[in-house]
């Protein structure tokens, strides 16, 4: 089977720093993703790991033990425009698939 | 360039009418993807097509079907509408096949689908 669990909802201040977890069970695993989705827009990508450890990119690092079924994304420095959904995925090379989660829902507050 | 483009972008059907939705891929990217996107969820993954071939199919009912041409631009129809099928409609194109990854997945800004 496949699973893949975020918190619904997060709020945070701006200026801030905020980390979302995911943890996940499939039955296949080729990476995870992390998403950023503005409503209305499409998912843009915002980061990608395979092996275990921290990827930093700007304000926005990920980590990931495979070992633990788990990632965060960590936002640093929020700014009001970081208000929008995070989508944690899995991809499956096989089938050719991503495996969302139900997308974390942050809001930034002045 | 231009992005991965959908049309239309709204649409309003009714209970057992027929849609098509369309999709054309930045240009040079061969694998055409299709994905459901429910109000308040992520999105679900309906169909994979590269090379104008189907290599990947997610569990939706038989009433979707999809196919490539050979410009690799694609087509989602969906027969039969129920309520449920009301949501956002995601196609996403990459330069690879199945086994390359999600690298360069670009996503479209979607086709809203409300079925009365």
């Known amino acids: 089977g496949q699973n893949i669990d975020q918190p619904t909802e997060m709020t945070a201040t701006e200026g801030a720093i905020v980390q979302i977890n995911c943890t996940y069970q499939?039955?296949?695993?080729?990476?995870l993703f992390w998403y950023q989705q503005h409503a209305g827009e499409a998912p843009t990508f915002l980061s990608y790991?395979?092996?275990?450890g921290l990827e930093e990119k700007g304000r926005f690092s990920s980590f990931l033990s495979r070992s633990k079924g788990y990632s965060y994304l960590l936002l640093k420095e929020l700014q009001m425009k970081d208000s929008a959904s995070y989508l944690c995925?899995?991809?499956?090379?096989?089938?050719?698939?991503?495996?969302f989660g139900q997308g974390t829902e942050l809001s930034v507050k002045p | 360039d231009a992005g991965v483009t959908q049309s239309p972008t709204h649409l309003i059907k009714t209970r057992g009418q027929h849609v098509t939705l369309r999709c054309s891929p930045i240009?040079?990217?061969?694998?055409v993807s299709w994905y459901q996107q429910v109000l308040g969820q992520g999105p679900q993954f309906i169909f994979q097509?590269?090379?104008?071939?189907?290599?990947g199919r997610g569990n939706f009912p038989d009433r979707f079907s999809a196919r490539q041409f050979p410009n690799y631009s694609s087509e989602l129809n969906v027969n039969a509408l129920l309520l449920g099928d009301s949501a956002l409609y995601l196609c996403?194109?990459?330069?690879?096949?199945?086994?390359?990854?999600?690298?360069?997945?670009?996503f479209g800004s979607g086709t809203r689908l409300t079925v009365v």
């Open positions: 790991n395979v092996l275990d």
């Open positions: 996403a194109s990459s330069s690879g096949g199945p086994g390359q990854g999600a690298h360069g997945y670009t």
């Open positions: 995925a899995v991809w499956r090379n096989q089938g050719g698939k991503l495996i």
């Open positions: 240009s040079g990217h061969k694998s």
């Open positions: 097509y590269y090379e104008k071939e189907e290599r």
């Open positions: 499939t039955s296949g695993f080729n990476g």
